[in-house]
């Protein structure tokens, strides 16, 4: 089953919603309005591009997002209206709070059938609340993703889409100017790894503030910054399984050692925030007693299953 929308709807013209619609209209000849003429041989569909927005001329925000959409030729309403009906494929890009929201609101409006492209940032959990929504208004749910910065990339950011029968949806992105990758067929797993990515990335950005700051005090700024490059040795996804299976065996040696960081930052005026987390998580494992007698470096998924047994506990 291949996919060929006419129309398409934009929910949310921020950031993501407007640098999608660029991306279109630049490439794929999406209009506001249906075009008087093919854009190719045998090529007679509208490619019409609607966009909804609740901010929609309500604030400085609300009138520039306004103005940026009616300069691309994209019709753009400020509520949810029955020409939503029309579009065959919706791409939902509000901010993740406003998810189930947007969902519930496009709901009633959809055309049975319609594919419904999830790109806010949500839980695997609200992710599963945003497809009950849709798909018991007969519309076809399609987890998205994004996995990188629209600002800078644009429609290119890169997407992992996941539910049932993807693999349409991925085509139709690629040749439309996206950057998307399937996953698989568990809706909200997609949702679920830009999640879990975040845990890590989110901290080396916390933890980055913290020693970058104290460098930058201390005036060894440059210094700092060259003594990373060990970590280049490695593909980083091999980097970051070899700090997990090393934890296991050296955490008694690295807790010790935050202790120390933690006076140092203490030390140049910077409160260790993160200094001292990463410090009680390290004590946590030490607790635990789990080091191995020989000292052997486990295997990482050894080094999970000791860890989630033994020392990574739920609430």
Same mark, same amino acid.
């Given at each position: 089953? /291949? ?12 950031? $993501?919603? /407007? ?6 209209? %630049? ?13 190719? #041989? ?25 103005? &940026? ?7 753009? !309403?400020?509520?949810? +209206? ?23 609101? %496009?709901? #009633? ?18 992710? @599963? ?15 998205? *993703? ?21 693999? =349409? ?15 698989? #067929?568990?809706?909200? /797993? ?24 104290? %460098?930058?005090? &201390? ?21 970051? $399984?070899?700090?997990? &299976? ?17 006076? +140092? ?5 910077? @409160? ?6 990463? !410090?009680?998580?390290?004590?946590? +494992? ?6 191995? %007698?020989?000292?052997?470096? =486990?295997?990482? *998924? ?5 860890? /989630? ?7």
């Amino acid at each position: 089953m /291949s996919l060929s929308p006419r129309v398409i709807a934009l929910l949310g013209f921020g950031e $993501a919603g /407007s640098a999608i619609a660029r991306g279109l209209c %630049a490439d794929g000849g999406w209009r506001g309005a249906a075009r008087s003429t093919p854009a190719g #041989p045998g090529d007679n569909a509208p490619r019409r591009l609607i966009a909804i927005d609740t901010a929609l001329d309500q604030d400085a925000r609300g009138t520039a997002l306004g103005r &940026q959409a009616r300069a691309l030729d994209v019709a753009i !309403e400020g509520r949810y +209206t029955a020409a939503l009906s029309e579009a065959d494929l919706v791409i939902c890009a509000v901010q993740g709070e406003h998810a189930l929201e947007a969902a519930e609101a %496009a709901a #009633p409006l959809l055309k049975k059938g319609a594919h419904y492209l999830d790109l806010c940032t949500v839980t695997g959990a609200m992710s @599963d609340e945003d497809r009950a929504a849709i798909e018991g208004a007969a519309g076809r749910y399609v987890d998205i *993703a994004v996995m990188g910065g629209f600002f800078k990339s644009g429609i290119k950011a890169p997407m992992l889409v996941a539910g049932p029968d993807v693999e =349409p949806v991925v085509a139709w992105m690629n040749a439309n100017g996206f950057e998307a990758k399937a996953l698989g #067929p568990k809706p909200g /797993s997609a949702s679920s790894v830009k999640m879990l990515r975040s845990v890590l990335m989110k901290g080396i950005e916390s933890l980055a503030v913290e020693s970058l700051v104290t %460098a930058q005090r &201390q005036g060894i700024l440059d210094e700092v910054l060259a003594c990373f490059s060990d970590a280049d040795q490695l593909p980083f996804r091999d980097f970051i $399984a070899t700090l997990v &299976q090393t934890h296991v065996v050296h955490a008694h040696r690295r807790w010790e050692e935050m202790g120390l960081v933690a006076k +140092t930052l203490r030390e140049t005026g910077v @409160d260790p925030l993160m200094t001292e987390t990463t !410090e009680k998580s390290l004590l946590r +494992t030490v607790d635990a007693g789990i080091a191995p %007698a020989d000292g052997k470096v =486990p295997s990482l *998924a050894e080094a999970l299953k000791i860890l /989630s047994e033994k020392v990574v506990r739920g609430r």
